[in-house]
């Protein structure tokens, strides 16, 4: 946003010098998508399936699913360092409590994993037969898992590991737990069953709410409104929209085998992976239920919406396809990123600075950096025929360190550089004469948009305004 202010009005020096007076640049308060991009793969375990971020997003926890190998990958987000961490049979989906304190891990021979992010400690829980989904409530008092080969989930008590059993529907997969974490919804894959279970979770009692063909993905509105079903069953095509006051059921049609669903934080679009060889997205505007299909690669299934909103990153899983698709959700533009063997599951940290793939053939996870937001609160402060300019530091790095950081005046294209300082001084600039100075941050990646001071001179007073220039950051 523009903060245009006049600022005191300086008495002119003896010497009649004109000089440049202070201003302080507002932090920038929206987000564009960059069209840098950097990939860096990382070897993890084999058969890498689910992935989630810390929420102070100092860590990655990958579920390696290869026979024999039993382990989760941690990923150091400063360093890219990987430790292995042993854990139950044939690990799949990870979930990550609100505090961070805990990872929950399920193995598909009948157990969750609770590993400590402290020591790395591992703590076997036995749940059901073959879970596979996993998610933490937002109190982080409770952990729920779909158990796909009984018929039930199973309900974690975090204080004590105590495991309650509870009869949903047939073949559960995907679990999602309201914002306010009274209903946990469960999406019922098995032939012919076609429900939602809505578990209360104050008495554990279930309603069976019936939607389309074989309901995978699900996903609940930040509101808490609205549950969203994507229907994957053969002829299909639709995803089911549930109102959480009634449990009344609205079909969407959208295209072909829907797979993955997200929403955006705005609660605005709903995002469906359609398991196709024809490669499409459909976006669901939730005011209207009207669709919009995008086209991106082959076979997308995971989807996941970057915290600031402005973009949709989407895993690819056809042969030889081996790349995310990247919406703009302003434009709907997409950018394809080649990454490793088969994508599947797909993550942002918190802060939007990287994106972390894993890649299920080649043992590997992709992680996808970008240049720097830009640097913020920049100032201006005045001296004869120079100017020291001063700004902090952004507090997105675009997942890569910043290397430096330059300062450019618009007439005449003066400047200085630091390499890690957070102020400079331009030299050799014309009293009397107005300046548009732009501040960059760089990284490996590329460099940010500027920051930019607009400066206006008179010949006996100076008024300074804050630039219609100013350009947005890249969160996400």
């Keep these: 946003m523009v903060r245009k202010s006049v600022l005191t009005v300086l008495a002119i020096i003896a010497t009649a010098f004109v000089i440049l007076s202070v201003v302080t640049l507002p932090g920038p308060a929206s987000a564009v998508t960059p069209s840098t991009t950097a990939v860096t793969p990382i070897t993890v375990g084999p058969l890498p399936f689910g992935v989630a971020v810390s929420p102070d997003g100092s860590s990655v926890w990958v579920a390696n699913n290869g026979q024999g190998d039993n382990t989760v990958s941690r990923i150091s987000t400063i360093t890219n360092a990987v430790t292995s961490i042993p854990v139950g049979l044939n690990p799949y989906g990870v979930a990550v409590s609100p505090d961070g304190s805990s990872v929950w891990v399920t193995n598909m021979g009948g157990t969750v994993s609770r590993i400590d992010t402290t020591t790395n400690a591992v703590t076997s829980i036995a749940v059901g037969f073959f879970p596979e989904g996993v998610v933490v409530s937002p109190d982080g008092l409770s952990v729920w898992v779909t158990n796909i080969g009984d018929k039930t989930v199973s ?59 074989n309901p995978r993905g699900v996903v609940v509105s930040p509101d808490g409104l609205s549950v969203w079903a994507a229907n994957n069953g053969t002829g299909d095509n639709t995803v089911s929209r549930i109102d959480t006051v009634t449990n009344v059921v609205t079909s969407i049609p959208v295209g072909l085998y829907p797979f993955g669903v997200a929403v955006s934080p705005d609660g605005s679009s709903v995002w469906v992976t359609n398991n196709d060889f024809l490669g499409t997205v459909s976006r669901i505007a939730t005011t209207t239920n009207a669709v919009t299909s995008i086209t991106v690669g082959t076979y997308p299934e995971g989807v996941v919406v970057s915290p600031d909103g402005l973009s949709v990153w989407v895993a690819n899983f056809g042969t030889a396809d081996n790349t995310v698709s990247r919406i703009d959700t302003i434009t709907n533009a997409v950018t394809s990123i080649a990454v490793g063997t088969y994508p599947y599951g797909v993550a942002v940290s918190p802060d939007g600075s990287s994106v972390w793939v894993t890649n299920n053939s080649d043992a590997t996870v992709s992680r996808i950096t970008f240049p720097p937001q830009p640097p913020a609160n920049v100032t201006a402060t005045p001296g004869s025929a120079q100017a020291t300019i001063s700004w902090t530091a952004p507090t997105n790095t675009g997942g890569s360190p910043i290397t430096g950081y330059t300062a450019t005046a618009s007439v005449g294209g003066l400047s200085c550089t630091t390499t890690t300082a957070t102020s400079c001084t331009i030299s050799g600039l014309t009293n009397g004469t107005a300046y548009d100075i732009s501040v960059t941050a760089t990284n490996a990646v590329g460099t940010s948009d500027p920051s930019v001071v607009s400066v206006t001179l008179t010949s006996e007073t100076t008024t300074t305004t804050s630039s219609d220039l100013v350009a947005p950051a890249f969160t996400g």
């Design 155 to 213: 309900r974690i008590d975090t204080i004590t590991n105590a495991v309650t059993s509870i009869a949903v529907g047939s073949t559960p997969i995907g679990v999602v737990v309201s914002p306010d974490g009274l209903s946990v919804w469960v999406a019922n894959f098995g032939d012919g069953d076609n429900t939602v279970s809505r578990i209360d979770t104050i008495t554990n009692v279930v309603t069976s709410i019936t939607v389309g063909n």
